[in-house]
C-alpha cells in the first residue's frame, strides 16, 4: 500500500474530526440548553475528539510527500 491513499484518509479523518469537536462546543451554546453543574457526554465527545487528531495528524505527517 503506498502512502497517497493513508495520507487522503487520515485528511478526511482531520478535518472530520475538527468539525465534530466544533459542533460539539458550539451545540453547548445553543438556546434552550440549560447549564449543566458536571460534564456531560458533549463534553466526553470533545475530549476524544482532540485525544484522536493527534495520532491521526502523526500519520498524515508520516504519509505527506
Do not use: W
Not at 482531520?14 to 462546543?25: D, G, I, K, R
Not at 458550539?26 to 456531560?40: C, K, N, R, V
Amino acid at each position: 500500500m503506498t502512502a497517497e491513499p493513508i495520507n487522503r484518509f487520515t485528511t478526511r479523518a482531520l478535518v472530520v474530526l475538527s468539525l465534530l469537536a466544533l459542533v460539539t462546543v458550539l451545540s453547548a451554546y445553543l438556546p434552550g440548553h440549560p447549564p449543566q453543574a458536571d460534564e456531560g457526554t458533549g463534553a466526553h465527545i470533545f475530549q476524544l475528539t482532540i485525544v484522536l487528531l493527534f495520532p491521526a495528524g502523526c500519520v498524515f505527517l508520516a504519509s505527506a510527500d
